[in-house]
């Protein structure tokens, strides 16, 4: 499979404690994104890269969170001091930087489960 | 900032018959209107998408419609089948692509066999 791909699938953590996602996108992609989605709800905005570097974050994205992309190709999303309210569904989505299609190819998620 | 509204939040047809799913927007500025959908545990796709140069576009038994003046743009499925059953994401976008784009609440669409 060559789509994008995000580890780990699921993470089950206590709160307070820091978490990692990892994404690896499609190869020739130069612009990935991550997004957060709850139960019920569509995906919300948090960040983009385009190679490396984090051109647009959203105000979703308190200063627990951080994203990198350090060589334009995976990307890590790392929570800190993880809150209940951080439960949810983290995308990673990459895209070519072609102005004729706007086309997200997202990979499955990262579930995160805070108790 | 944008704000994307859909509507139904559920909808249940009966196999063969046509499934419409609508969405308005706030920012008169966005311009590239995509649908994806996302069926159990699987990630979203998308579909079909318009810009706003355009007031329809068709894809087999998938179309979209767009009204620039009322702010509003609709899915509309005809010749249902179960395998269309999932979750419909509408989304609107300022920059003419997918950076910016704000989604809409999803539409969980039933086709009863």
């Known amino acids: 499979d060559t789509g994008v791909s995000q580890d780990p699938r699921h993470k089950i953590t206590k709160r307070g404690q820091n978490v990692t996602f990892r994404c690896d996108p499609i190869s020739e992609h130069n612009r990935l994104y991550w997004y957060r989605q709850t139960l019920g709800q569509g995906p919300e905005f948090l960040t983009y890269f385009q190679n490396e570097a984090q051109l647009e974050k959203s105000r979703l994205l308190s200063d627990r969170f951080s994203a990198e992309r350090p060589k334009g190709s995976f990307s890590t999303l790392e929570i800190q001091r993880t809150e209940q309210g951080d439960s949810a569904m983290y995308l990673c989505?990459?895209?070519?930087?072609?102005?004729?299609?706007?086309?997200?190819?997202f990979g499955e998620g990262s579930r995160l489960t805070v108790l | 900032g944008e704000n994307v509204e859909q509507h139904p939040s559920t909808l249940s047809v009966q196999e063969g018959d046509s499934a419409v799913i609508k969405c308005t927007y706030s920012d008169s500025a966005s311009n590239y209107f995509p649908w994806y959908k996302q069926e159990l545990g699987k990630r979203p796709q998308l579909i079909i998408d318009?810009?706003?140069?355009?007031g329809e576009k068709k894809d087999q038994r998938i179309a979209v419609t767009l009204n620039k003046t009322a702010k509003h743009f609709s899915l509309h499925i005809t010749e249902t089948q179960p395998e269309d059953s999932a979750v419909y994401f509408c989304?609107?976008?300022?920059?003419?692509?997918?950076?910016?784009?704000?989604f809409g609440s999803g539409t969980q669409l039933t086709v009863l066999p």
């Open positions: 318009i810009r706003s140069n355009v």
């Open positions: 989304a609107a976008s300022v920059s003419g692509s997918a950076r910016q784009l704000t």
């Open positions: 989505a990459s895209s070519l930087p072609n102005k004729n299609t706007g086309e997200l190819f």
